[in-house]
């Protein structure tokens, strides 16, 4: 059980604008190890596909996978995807793989 008589430590943050303010909060999430991401607008799967390049077979893929970061999504009363909130976590998980092998070739790289 906790010590409730025990102080606990404050944390002052002081800036003279919001965006100030907003940059030393993610500052410090970010050294307590949480991870801070910007939200895009509610975008269509559709569109999503089309923008970063991969089927709506894979993006239905990835949001089944286990290791997939958090990221906002509606579905219908099918249980349809109709929309979703990206984070550019999210978008690189889903452009991992693409990624990988858009690399440029090496010098001494085998053919496949």
Request: aromatic share 6%; proline share 7%.
């Amino acid at each position: 059980m906790p010590d409730l008589q025990k102080p606990r430590s404050l944390i002052q943050l002081v800036a003279t604008t919001d965006a100030e303010m907003i940059s030393k909060i993610k500052t410090w999430l970010s050294v307590k190890g949480y991870g801070i991401h910007e939200l895009e607008e509610w975008i269509s799967p559709q569109s999503f596909c089309k923008k970063i390049g991969i089927s709506s077979s894979t993006l239905a893929r990835k949001l089944k996978a286990s290791n997939c970061p958090e990221v906002e999504i509606k579905r219908g009363p099918s249980g349809r995807l109709l929309m979703l909130r990206p984070t550019t976590s999210f978008e690189k998980f889903c452009n991992a793989k693409q990624a990988a092998t858009d690399l440029p070739r090496q010098e001494g790289d085998k053919n496949p």
